[in-house]
């Protein structure tokens, strides 16, 4: 979005929105999975953002990889807030 935001210094607002698909893994066995990403991002005053940004939004929670020796973790959705303040 800072680039977005750097050349198109008009733009007060920026929504930015990824997909993505990952095949199944065969050993060791890991489903396959299609995964959102979204972030909107506001120029509230010059020097001042507000973005709000999704990760993993389609599912609550997904497998990326296994190890044997650990107990098996899933990757949860997220959604974060965050204030940029630049000066």
């Known amino acids: ?8 210094p008009d733009v007060d607002v920026a929504l930015n929105f ?7 893994l065969k050993s060791p066995a890991v489903p396959g999975y299609v995964e959102a990403n979204a972030r909107i991002d506001w120029r509230v005053l010059e020097g001042l953002h507000l973005s709000l940004a999704g990760m993993n939004l389609l599912h609550a929670r997904h497998q990326e990889f296994v190890n044997a020796s650990l107990p098996a973790l899933a990757i949860p959705r997220s959604v ?5 303040l630049q000066f």
Do not use: K
């Open 18 to 24: 990824g997909l993505r698909s990952i095949d199944a």
């Open 1 to 8: 979005a800072d680039e977005f935001a750097a050349a198109h």
């Open 80 to 84: 974060y807030l965050q204030a940029r």
